[in-house]
């Protein structure tokens, strides 16, 4: 079933990338780029299960590899503006001084990471202000410890709601959507990550005034 779905969202999201290239009235290129993104979503939903199942059974292994901390923080938050794009919002990353430019670790898994959390601020926030904080917690003969503070002045959520977006387990065959349901894969995915890399997961919402 893996198979059989990646197949032609890869195919659709080609044949944008055919379509971009040409000369397109501005009206049929946003219709062309929404549908590269929605293309794209599917695909991380599908790439998220994938995950899900990996991480119940065992199965999911983390990389340690040499990688540039500061590309993959740059390609989260340009892949982020892309959707911003219209939107009243202004996003800000800050990288701090100390933070070391090249660090082992996984690179992918870290990227799963800040995307799915971002993409939770973006579809959270209407207008304001998102921003990405790296800093230096510590080094200890080379063991870096970093963290990440991500901000955004979108809506509040109470403790249940909170608890239900970045829940340790989810049931994916029972997991129905609706308007008053918050939760959605990324969040849950992202705080799973986060705990087997060794990290922690702390979210927080000002009360409703």
Known sequence: LSYEIRTPLTG???MTDILSRNKLPEEIRQIVGTLRKSSEDLLNIRDDI?????IETGNLVLKEIPFNLRDEIDFCTEKARI???GKDIHFITVVDENVPVNIISDPYRLRQIMTNLINHSVSNTTKGKISLNCSLLGNDNGHVKLAFELRDTGKTFD???????F???V???SKVLTSED????GPVMAAQLV????GKLIVESPAEP
């Not at 705990?195 to 060794?198: A, F, K």
């Open 12 to 14: 659709i999201i080609g």
């Open 50 to 54: 994938l995950d899900f199942s990996k």
């Open 83 to 85: 959707f911003l794009a």
């Open 159 to 165: 403790s249940g709601i909170l608890k239900k977006i």
């Open 167 to 169: 829940s340790e387990v």
């Open 171 to 173: 049931n994916i065959e």
């Open 182 to 185: 918050e939760s959605v894969f």
């Open 195 to 198: 705990r087997m890399m060794g």
